[in-house]
Structures are given as structure tokens and as C-alpha cells.
């Protein structure tokens, strides 16, 4: 069995290769920022694209005929929703921090963002993150991604220098100065969002930091818990299920390493090609796992995949009533079929598809991103297998000719004794983790002080309180965005204190008994 794949984040964190050096160049609009002619909308919500002409590199201070190199700035894609619920200057201002990934595709997956606005007057914003989406230094995809030099400005600290520069110059032309922020993420945006609030505590009063595992580094945590967490969704579902999993790799293994198993494997899988290693089909059905398990909601969604509601309950359901004498590989072919092919219009299936564009969080787990992943002995229903850095490493330098920084991250945002740390010098964050989800292995659990908020949903998986409200919501997942939304009101409400009386605190039902 190969070591865990590094993952991608997502909001996620992306289990599959980089597929995407042939994507389309994006567009870029002229030098200035402007909104692109009429409104989009996504999911009922309406909103303007308009693009900021951003520095490439924050952190140095070129010659001034350097400056006037185009390659020294990018043209940053940013959404702003439809002003007209916004209070207009001084008003509230939510702030959603860009994940790995396409801004729209998150905008449309956020609702709780847009859904909340109008009941604090506030204007919305969803920025998207360098090197992802249509936000491309270099001019495009291709020459951004070339090589290391090319990539060396894809990192959290100049992300989060990007949102920073965007707030203030977009603040000063709406002459909202005086516009209290609310930070809004999930996952890899969370994280950004928690340490944008601990960079720039002037930026912004407050962050909702959902399922982001910002102890995920080092020994903080053990590097068996991701995959603990996954295991235990399965095997909460069914042991069948889970053991079945379990006995699979070596199954898999043997077969491709038979005559004509690779091909074989192939067929069983309906892959549009016939595998090079069996390797690549385990990183493939890993990735289904660990999916599954973040997504693992109480409802359906399209968030990753078209999937029903409590997915890994459909996955085992699939495993365990094939009928008797199929084999092993056959039955985990029907369970992970429901991740990659729900609707059944998929033919075959290509390995290397990235149809969200997140490829580029191969690069930061190259660098900075170093999350340590090991398979349990016992917990877990993946062979056995401990962390090793020396060839973490080795692959990476073969990939992208760098070496990792392990403890560059927690030296530049903290992590080590959190609770101590966060209680002296943070405030106003919540922590929302569904502990379905893997990633809450990595997340803050527990109360900090009276502003470092940590609200657990044992139910929830990841980053659920962000998603579009339906009527079929559990009241428990009702009754928590109330919570988030009373304590974000409290943040506004004291900010506005000695200003005047601008903000009216939003109205929030009772909890209920659930």
C-alpha cells in the first residue's frame, strides 16, 4: 500500500493529481478594476465579478522599473454581492477568504453567507485566492504553474496579504472607512480567515472559521487521525462495510500484480484508461473515502459530486448487498460508484480529472502545507502506515525541485499550545467542526475564552453551517447557525457601541431542544 496521497484541502482537501496544465488561459480585463458588464448569479444569489489589480509579491520592494513590469501585478477575480441590502458606508462588510479552488464554485456553496446579509445590512464579498480560479499571475494557467519559480508566490501569508490590500483599497473607494469585516471560511479559506483575524486584527473585527484544521502540522495532533476519522464514518455505518474496505487493498494489490491485472482492474473499474499501477487506482478509491467522509451530510448536495443524503450509508448499502459470490473488487466498484458516478451518466472514468482546478495545493503541501498523514494499525481500515518525511521530501523535490519547511507554518501563524496562545492574543473567532468530519482531528474543539469560540456539531460534517439553509435542515444544524450568527451580531454590536446606532442587532430564535 503507498502512503496517504497529499490531500487537498477544499475545502477541501484534494486527494487527485494535478490534471490541469491544458486548462484555458483565464481572462483578464484591462489594469484597473472594474466590474464585468451585468450580474451573475449562483444558487439565487446575485452578484457583480469586477477584478483588483494585486501586487505579486508583497514582501519585497522591487525598483521602480521593476514596478512598472506587468509580471509584478495580477489582475485578482473578486465577487460583490448586489448592494442594494447593503447599510451603504459604515455598514457591515462579510468577507469571504478563498479556498484552493474557483470563487464561484465556493460563493455558491456558501449560503449562510448570503443568506445572513441582509439581516446585518451587509455587503457581501467572496475573494478569490492567487493561482486559483480566474486569478493568474503571469497571465495564465500555464506559465503561472511552469516551474518553482513561477510558483513561489502561491502561499497563505501572501493570500492573506492579498485579501488585506483588497479590503482596504476596496473600503476607501466606497469611502467605508468605517465598515466593520466579518472574515467568513471553510476548510483551507477557514484557515486563511482564522490567521488573517490573528495578521491583521485591525483588518477585521471577527472570523467564522469552519472545519479548518490548523493543527494539522507537525506533532500537534497524531497524523493518524485524519484517516482514524474516516474509518470510524465507515465503520460507524456498518462493519461489513468497513472490513470489506479493509480486506480490499490487498486484493487489489495481488490482482494487479496477476497477469493481465492492471487491464483487468481497469475493467472492473470502468476506467477510461488501463492503470499504469495499481497505485494510482488506490490514491483514487482513498480519495472516494476521505470525500465521502467530509461530505457525509444529512442532506444531498453537489458540493464535490452529485451525492444523496448520508452518502456513506448509500456506499456501504452497496458493498453489503451485492449478492453472494461477488467478488471483493466488485462490491467496492458498486460502494464507490455512488461518489464518482450518482447519477449514472458517467461512461468511464478518467483518474487524473480535476474538475474543480485545485491542483495547485500540490505545490503548497509541497512547501509550507506539510500535514503529516499515517494509517493506524488498529483504527483503521487502511494497512498500516507510519509518516515518513525523508521521502515525503524526496518526492517533492522530484516533483517541483523544493524541499518542505514543516514547521514554517506554525512558526508564521502558531499552533503550538493553542489554547494558551489564542486566550492571551486572539479574539473574536469561531470554531465550527462536524465531527463526521475528518479535518475536525485538526480543529479547535473546545472553548478558549469568551470570544474564542469553539461550537461542535457531533453530527456534522465538513463545513456544513456554511452551506445553503433548505427546509429539510435538522434543527440542530438550524439552532447552531442561529448561535454563529448571535455571537457575529455581538462582535457588530460592539463595534458600533460608541458609533452611533447604525447596526441594529439581528433578531435569533430560541435554540431548539435538539
Not at 323 to 342: D, F, H, K, Q, W
Amino acid at each position: 500500500m503507498r502512503p496517504p496521497p497529499r490531500l487537498l484541502l477544499l475545502l477541501l482537501v484534494g486527494l487527485l493529481p494535478v490534471a490541469a496544465w491544458a486548462l484555458a488561459p483565464p481572462r483578464f480585463p484591462g489594469p484597473q478594476s472594474r466590474a464585468r458588464a451585468g450580474a451573475n448569479v449562483v444558487r439565487g444569489y446575485e452578484y457583480e465579478t469586477r477584478y483588483f489589480r494585486q501586487r505579486l509579491d508583497h514582501f519585497s520592494f522591487p525598483g521602480v522599473a521593476e514596478e512598472d513590469d506587468a509580471a509584478a501585478f495580477f489582475q485578482q477575480r473578486y465577487l460583490v454581492g448586489r448592494e442594494g441590502g447593503w447599510a451603504g458606508p459604515g455598514g457591515p462588510i462579510f468577507f469571504y477568504c478563498g479556498n484552493e479552488g474557483d470563487i464561484a464554485w465556493f460563493a455558491a456553496n456558501s449560503g449562510l453567507v448570503w443568506e445572513a446579509a441582509p439581516r446585518f445590512a451587509a455587503l457581501v464579498v467572496f475573494a478569490e485566492h492567487r493561482y486559483y480560479g480566474e486569478s493568474m499571475p503571469f497571465g495564465s494557467k500555464a506559465k503561472a504553474y511552469n516551474n518553482s519559480k513561477s510558483l513561489a508566490y502561491l502561499t497563505a501569508e501572501q493570500a492573506i496579504a492579498d485579501f488585506a490590500v483588497l479590503l482596504t483599497d476596496l473600503k476607501r473607494n466606497l469611502s467605508a472607512e468605517g465598515s466593520p469585516v466579518v472574515l467568513f471560511g471553510g476548510s483551507y479559506g477557514g484557515m486563511l480567515a482564522a490567521w488573517m483575524r490573528l495578521k491583521y486584527p485591525h483588518i477585521a473585527v471577527g472570523a467564522l472559521v469552519s472545519s479548518a484544521p490548523i493543527l494539522q502540522f507537525e506533532d500537534i495532533v497524531p497524523s493518524t487521525i485524519f484517516y482514524d476519522l474516516v474509518s470510524d464514518d465507515f465503520r460507524r455505518e456498518s462493519l461489513s462495510c468497513f472490513q470489506t474496505i479493509k480486506d480490499s487493498w490487498k486484493a487489489l494489490d495481488d490482482q494487479g500484480n496477476g497477469q493481465d491485472g492492471l487491464l483487468k482492474l481497469s475493467k472492473t473499474f470502468h476506467l477510461c484508461q488501463t492503470l499504469k499501477t495499481s497505485g494510482d487506482l488506490s490514491d483514487w478509491l482513498s480519495s472516494a473515502y476521505s470525500y465521502l467522509a467530509m461530505v457525509d451530510y444529512p442532506l444531498p448536495s453537489e458540493f464535490l459530486m452529485p451525492l444523496p443524503a448520508n452518502p456513506i450509508k448509500e456506499v456501504c448499502r452497496n458493498i453489503d448487498s451485492q449478492p453472494e459470490g461477488t467478488s471483493i473488487l466488485e462490491r467496492i466498484y458498486a460502494g464507490v460508484n455512488v461518489y464518482y458516478n450518482y447519477t449514472g451518466t458517467v461512461g468511464c472514468f478518467d483518474l487524473n480529472d480535476d474538475p474543480h482546478g485545485m491542483g495547485g495545493w500540490d505545490w503548497q503541501a509541497c512547501t509550507e502545507m506539510v500535514m503529516p498523514m499515517s494509517y493506524s494499525e488498529d483504527r483503521s481500515m487502511y494497512p498500516p502506515y507510519k509518516f515518513d518525511y525523508a521521502s515525503y521530501a524526496e518526492d517533492c523535490i522530484k516533483t517541483y525541485g523544493v524541499r518542505p519547511r514543516p514547521r514554517w507554518i506554525t512558526t508564521e501563524f502558531g499552533g503550538h499550545n493553542i489554547t494558551r496562545v489564542l486566550e492571551k492574543f486572539g479574539s473574536n473567532i469561531i470554531f465550527f467542526n462536524g465531527l463526521l468530519d475528518p479535518w475536525s482531528g485538526g480543529g479547535v474543539l473546545k472553548n478558549i475564552s469568551e470570544s474564542v469560540i469553539a461550537i461542535v456539531a457531533p453530527l456534522g460534517a465538513h463545513h456544513i453551517d456554511l452551506r445553503p439553509a433548505t427546509p429539510e435542515d435538522p434543527d440542530w444544524l438550524v439552532s447552531l447557525r442561529e448561535s454563529e450568527l448571535k455571537i457575529i451580531s455581538g462582535w457588530l454590536s460592539e463595534y458600533y457601541g460608541a458609533r452611533g446606532a447604525l447596526f441594529q442587532p439581528v433578531a435569533v430564535k430560541a435554540p431548539s431542544a435538539s
